[in-house]
């Protein structure tokens, strides 16, 4: 049996994400479905679980993670360091949406082989 650590989760949960996003587009306003595109915090939910409470953990971590990037980007933390806030913005695109996860993803990936040396 392979048992993830916390990190490998939230690894998961990127790639998850940004698959979903790139496959069905990108969408402001609402959470979004398979047939119009997801915001950003619709593909976290849609990549966890349908069940919120059992994932808890993992959403509030990812979107840290998501938030903790968000920060070292001034361009785009100026328009708001909530998630869902600067998702909706009417300036973010997708493009951006899709840099934020990928450098998210990158430096969970950092920390996972850090961790493993």
């Known amino acids: 049996m392979l048992i993830l650590t916390r990190q490998q989760e939230i690894a998961g949960v990127l790639e998850n994400m940004i698959a979903l996003i790139e496959t069905y587009g990108w969408v402001q306003g609402h959470m979004g479905s398979v047939d119009e595109g997801f915001c950003v ?13 059992t994932n808890y953990w993992l959403l509030d971590n990812v979107k840290m993670e998501i938030n903790k990037t968000l920060r070292n980007y001034p361009e785009f933390c100026s328009r708001s360091s909530w998630l869902q806030v600067w998702n909706d913005s009417l300036r973010t695109t997708k493009e951006e949406v899709l840099f934020v996860l990928e450098q998210t993803l990158k430096e969970i ?7 493993s040396k």
Do not use: E, K, N, P
């Open 41 to 53: 915090v619709g593909a976290l939910s849609f990549s966890c679980s349908s069940d919120y409470y």
């Open 109 to 115: 990936q950092c920390s996972i082989r850090t961790t």
